[in-house]
């Protein structure tokens, strides 16, 4: 791991200000001061101080989160408006949402601050299942959605095509289904129904690889369980 990179999930600063503490010789691995920027360390071997301050990583941690609607999934906004960093609060430092649910989608998130196991999550190579229930405004064309499972629909300039598209219920109250999809992008699920003629009135994640939204209620967070994270890493170490 680059020592800039080692710095910043330290949480002592950004990754851009951990190379000008370097440049200024202000960090030692293993009582050498470093200043080259392309410096390598290994977390469980070498010891790294700054400013004479040894410096360790954080115990890595997971939570499942059911994000609210309403809500960004974003730690900061420049508009105001309200993110989840509310219900963060009391969490380990540098605990941030893997993936995004848009501001009226609601339902499972996870929550960590090991980067690693976030980027092989969001990397389409492990094809990682999301799994949304839908409520609609009004039955879809089946035809229609026969039809992108099939042959896909274009977003954003790219081919997605869903896994699976299942009816749970009609009636004259309402329709909802549920969508199964390996990759998901901006508002896609939105727009498969807006391409079958129908419109999305409550979207929420309920499962997110193995994990499972089961009992959680909006704005709860809970660690994983045991059995949770071993099926989570042997998922990931599979791909």
């Not at 998130?109 to 609609?136: C, F, M, S």
């Not at 209620?217 to 045991?226: H, T």
Request: net charge positive.
């Amino acid at each position: 791991m680059r020592l800039s990179r080692f710095l910043a999930r330290a949480g002592v600063t950004s990754r851009r200000k951990a190379e000008e503490l370097i440049r200024a010789g202000r960090v030692r691995v293993n009582g050498r001061v470093i200043t080259e920027l392309s410096f390598r360390v290994v977390p469980e071997r070498d010891r790294v101080e700054v400013d004479g301050k040894e410096v360790k990583l954080p115990e890595r941690v997971y939570y499942l989160f059911y994000k609210p609607r309403g809500f960004l999934t974003a730690l900061s906004d420049p508009h105001g408006r309200p993110t989840i960093k509310e219900f963060l609060r009391g969490l380990p430092p540098g605990v941030f949402p893997v993936g995004r649910l848009d501001r009226d989608s609601e339902g499972l998130l996870l929550l960590t601050n090991d980067g690693d196991l976030a980027q092989k999550l969001l990397h389409p190579r492990y094809e990682i299942p999301r799994v949304y229930r839908v409520w609609l405004t009004r039955p879809p064309r089946e035809d229609l959605l026969l039809r992108i499972l099939r042959e896909g629909l274009e977003i954003e300039g790219r081919r997605v095509f869903p896994e699976e598209i299942k009816l749970i219920r009609r009636s004259r109250r309402e329709c909802v289904y549920e969508v199964r999809l390996h990759e998901g992008r901006k508002r896609e699920v939105r727009k498969i129904f807006a391409a079958a003629g129908s419109r999305v009135k409550r979207l929420v994640r309920i499962q997110f690889g193995p994990l499972r939204l089961s009992d959680l209620r909006p704005g709860e967070i809970r660690p994983l369980r045991p059995e949770e994270k071993r099926t989570l890493f042997a998922l990931l170490k599979r791909g």
